[in-house]
């Protein structure tokens, strides 16, 4: 657990100390839960975008984009259901003040068994070795067994009370299993109240209810009330989707791993419009495509998974969660949801208009099935960061050992394509030509000069960045034009004309290599 709590650590003062990630309004001391991203965290989460974006609109001749607004009639909210159901159930310790998600308490105890479970499989695989078979270790041993039977019994009550929203029966949950306040061990605790997560303002000098408008709490409203607009306007035919990337808002009541859960965050939400009867074909189809896009940039199948859910939303039929191995365990990274005709019917309900489309091929009229992929940009962020940052011993020149912090991004979503660095600073012939290919690339890529320092702390400084190439630029550079070129994870350094430098860079670092 330590372990892992420093490496989190590490994460976040990496994060800050090379500009991707401040707290916002750091110098008033921080707002909860609310985050700016730096010079280089804004060029890897439009990096993040773009990949997204380009995955969705520009590879699928039925996927269209759409930029809506934050603010929405206040309706909206109430046909999406948000209004009326979209809580967090949330306890208080009265002792220590504390403020918990009532599931969360009881997802948190239920981790606790799976680790112990772990604990015993990892213990089997020692003392069997080569011969160990996990399946069936997993299905026999009795210690493990019970632990499996017990977490599902638990996850299974927890969903029912979830979706029959028993207050009661949560709080009772709770007690039954001794659950204490992580913090302080206290056990003494207030009833389970609801608490609405959205985020409520006022528009213009209207005062009272009448004004009351909401700051969206998901970007997929904005898509279903545009539905008919964007169709009509495209001609597309169903199956087709609208695309989307914006900010979304909501009061989470407990905040406090970092970027992971926000207050204010971006989301990029795909919905999928089509026939009645189809939508699992597509739900199916979604789900590898998005899991695809994630394994797509290296990420290795031990560090993704997916998860069914066990109470389902009010508008779905089907759902599963992409789960990433954050530092702190497997946590949601994507949703995948078979919606039905849930948001577009209650939107025909709520303002009195037809959302319905006529079928060319079935001659049919009918309000379409929507499939969902909604995933968090920050998330994504936090996720693409922790599986990049390493720390590795490095050999120097001189064969001495040292260790460096490297971002091992996928080139493509890095925030510095390329580095060029004169040997000598104090040396203007090498300067110049370094200034020189640093004008020439710029318009190609995201690069940077930098003279500051001798060549090994320059090196380390866009380890720490996750600049993918290195080039430098020597005396043998002012006979030959050559440069040594400098590859980030594997370290080699190969020689080659500054004539080939945009071809070799773009060809290594093209987001065309993720598509
Ligand atoms: P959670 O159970 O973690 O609260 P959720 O199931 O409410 O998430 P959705 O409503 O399905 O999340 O939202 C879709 C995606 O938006 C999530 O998979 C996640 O990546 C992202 N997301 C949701 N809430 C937040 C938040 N508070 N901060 C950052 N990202 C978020």
Redesign the pocket.
Known sequence: MSTQNDAFKKLVAHAKEYGFIFPSSEIYDGLG?VYDYGPYGVLLKNNIKEYWWRSMVQMHQNIVGLDAAIFMHPTTWKASGHVDAFN?PLIDNKDSKKRYRADQLVEGYIEKIEAKMEKEVAKGRKRFGESFDEKQFRETHPRVVQYATRIRELQERLGQLLSEGDLEGLKNMIEELEIADPETGSRNWTEVRQFNLMFATQLGAVAGEGGKLYLR??TAQGIFVNFLNVQKTTRQKIPFGIAQIGK?F?N?IV?RQF?????E???M?MQFFVRPGTEMEWYNYWKETRMNWHKKLGTPDSELRFHDHDNL?HYANAAV??EYRFPFGF?????I?SRTDFDLSSHEQHSGKKLRYFDPETKETYVPYVVET???????FLAVLSGALQEESVRGAEGKESSRDVLKLPPALAPVKCAILPLKRNEERLTKTAREIFDRLKRSFYCQYDDTGSIGKLYRRQDAIGTPYCITVDFETLDDQTVTLRERDSLQQERIPIDQLEKVIAEKTDMKNLL
């Open positions: 839960a967090d709490p998901e979304a909501r989470e905040a970027i992971f859960r926000m207050r965050f971006e989301q939400e939303a969660d992409i946590r949601e990274l994507e949703g949801h909604s995933i968090g940009c920050d998330r994504m």
